[in-house]
C-alpha cells in the first residue's frame, strides 16, 4: 500500500439572522411582533466514492465553503445554505490538524459523514413573546458555522503497476506521467522502494506504481522477491517495461521471460492480470533493430508499445491503454449503502479555567454559540443572554471559584467584565 496525503480546510456556511419586526395592518389593533427566524447554514457532507482513486483534487483545491443562510426579513424566513457534498475514495481517513485525533474513517461506498454541521438561523423577536414579555424588541443572531482542517490520508492500491528488469526505465517512465520524482540513474541495481505517481489524464486520475525490479528467482526470495510480488498482487493492470538496449548487454526476450516466469511461477493469478508491453529506449537502438524486436514481441500476444521514457516518444498512447485497461479492470459493482449521514456527537458541556488572577475563561460548544449569536448592541438582548448564562450555573460557579467585581470573563472571541447582582 502507498499513502496519498492532502490537508484541507472545511468550513460550513453561517446561520442567517432573525429579524426584529411588528405585525401592522389596518383593522388589526393588536399587531404583536412577527419576526421571522433567519436561514440555516449549510452542511459540509464527505460522502465515500470507489469511483474516486485519488486525492489529487484536494492539492488542487484546499479549501471548501458551504453557502451561508439568508436573514430572515419582516415575516419571511430567510432561506437555508446549500450543503456542499465532497466526495473522497473509499478508505479515506480524515484527521483533525490541531488535535490529531481521528475524525473517520470512510469505510464503505456510499457512507457520509457531516464533518462541519451549519451554524442554526437566528430566533426572530416572534420567539421571544411570553407572557411576561409582550413586545420583545431584539431578534437572535445566526449561529457561526464551523471550520475544521483535516488531513486526508488514504492507503492506495494502485492502478498500474511497472514491472520489469532493473534498470529498465521505469523510474523514467513515472517520472514523465505523474508528479513523482524518483531517483534516476544509469546503474543496473534495482529500486528499493516502490515509487508512486497519481497520473491525471483524460478528465481522471489513476495510480501507477515503479515496482521494485525484480531478478531470477524472485518468486523462491531471492533479492526483493517476495516484497516485491506482495505489491504486485495489489495491482490491477501490469505494464511490462522492457529495456531494448540493456547496460550489461543482455537479451531482452530472454529478460521478458525471465520476469514473466517469475510472476506464473509466485501466482497465475497475477500472471493472468491485463498486461502492457513497453519495448523502452528505443532512442538508442536503430529502426532495424527496433523492427525485429516487434516482431519477435508481438508473438507473445500482448498490446505492445514502443517509448523512450527519457524523451517522452510514445508515451501518449501507452497511458491511453493504461487508462482503458483500469476502467476495464474495474472490480465488480457494489451495493450502496443506504444509511443516514453520520454526525459529529455534540458536546454541551462547559468549564470555567482561571488563566490568571482576575482572568477567568469559559469554554464549551453550548456557552460559545449562545455568546456568539447575542446582539450585544442589544440591550435587551444581552439582558436574555445575561438570564440564560445564569439559569445553567455559569454565574454560581464564578462566585464558587473567586470571581469578583470588575474581574474579566472571555467567552470565545468576547470578553465581559463580571457583575455580581448579589
Not at 493472468?272 to 500476444?301: C, H, Y
Not at 459529529?344 to 449569536?373: C, H, L, N, P, Q
Request: aromatic share 8%.
Amino acid at each position: 500500500m502507498f499513502l496519498d496525503e492532502a490537508i484541507v480546510t472545511f468550513r460550513s456556511g453561517k446561520g442567517g439572522s432573525g429579524a426584529v419586526a411588528f405585525h401592522r395592518e389596518k383593522h388589526v389593533p393588536r399587531g404583536g411582533p412577527n419576526g421571522a427566524d433567519g436561514g440555516r447554514g449549510g452542511d459540509v457532507i464527505i460522502i465515500a466514492d470507489r469511483a474516486k482513486r485519488t486525492l489529487y483534487d484536494f492539492k488542487l483545491l484546499d479549501h471548501y465553503e458551504a453557502e451561508s443562510g439568508i436573514h430572515g426579513l419582516g415575516n419571511k424566513k430567510g432561506k437555508n445554505g446549500r450543503n456542499i457534498e465532497i466526495k473522497v475514495p473509499v478508505g479515506t481517513i480524515l484527521t483533525d490538524v490541531q488535535t490529531g485525533e481521528l475524525i473517520v474513517d470512510m469505510t464503505v461506498h456510499g457512507m457520509k459523514f457531516v464533518l462541519c454541521k451549519g451554524g442554526k438561523g437566528g430566533y426572530g423577536n416572534a420567539r421571544y413573546v411570553s407572557s411576561v414579555r409582550q413586545a420583545p424588541n431584539f431578534a437572535q443572531k445566526g449561529e457561526p458555522g464551523e471550520t475544521v482542517q483535516a488531513q486526508l490520508e488514504l492507503k492506495l492500491l494502485a492502478d498500474v503497476g511497472l514491472i520489469g528488469m532493473p534498470n529498465a526505465g521505469k523510474s523514467t517512465l513515472i517520472s514523465q506521467i505523474s508528479a513523482a520524482k524518483p531517483k534516476i540513474a544509469n546503474y543496473p541495481f534495482t529500486t528499493i522502494v516502490p515509487n508512486l505517481g497519481v497520473v491525471s489524464f483524460r478528465d481522471t486520475t489513476f495510480v501507477v506504481a515503479d515496482m521494485p525490479g525484480l531478478i531470477e528467482g524472485a518468486s523462491e526470495g531471492i533479492g526483493l522477491g517476495f516484497q516485491f510480488l506482495k505489491h504486485v498482487e495489489r495491482t490491477r493492470v501490469l505494464v511490462h517495461v522492457v529495456d531494448v538496449f540493456p547496460v550489461e548487454e543482455s537479451d531482452p526476450i530472454e529478460n521478458f521471460r525471465i520476469i514473466e516466469n517469475e510472476l506464473e511461477t509466485y501466482s497465475a493469478e497475477i500472471h493472468s492480470r491485463p498486461r502492457l508491453i513497453a519495448l523502452n529506449k528505443i532512442d538508442l537502438i536503430s529502426q532495424e533493430e527496433l523492427e525485429a524486436l516487434q516482431a519477435k514481441f508481438e508473438e507473445f500476444g500482448f498490446p505492445l508499445f514502443v517509448i523512450s521514457a527519457a524523451t517522452g516518444q510514445g508515451v501518449q498512447p501507452l497511458m491511453n491503454a493504461m487508462l482503458d485497461q483500469v476502467e476495464a479492470a474495474k472490480p465488480e459493482e457494489q451495493l450502496e449503502v443506504l444509511m443516514p449521514a453520520l454526525e459529529k456527537k455534540t458536546d454541551d458541556s462547559w468549564e470555567i479555567e482561571e488563566e490568571e488572577e482576575g482572568f477567568f475563561r469559559i469554554s464549551g460548544r453550548r456557552v460559545e454559540r449562545m455568546v456568539a449569536m447575542t446582539d450585544f448592541e442589544n440591550d435587551s438582548a444581552v439582558r436574555y443572554l445575561q438570564r440564560k448564562l445564569d439559569r445553567i450555573g455559569i454565574t454560581e460557579k464564578l462566585r464558587e471559584l473567586g470571581a469578583e467585581e470588575g474581574d474579566t470573563i472571555a467567552i470565545g472571541e468576547f470578553e465581559f467584565s463580571f457583575t455580581d447582582e448579589q
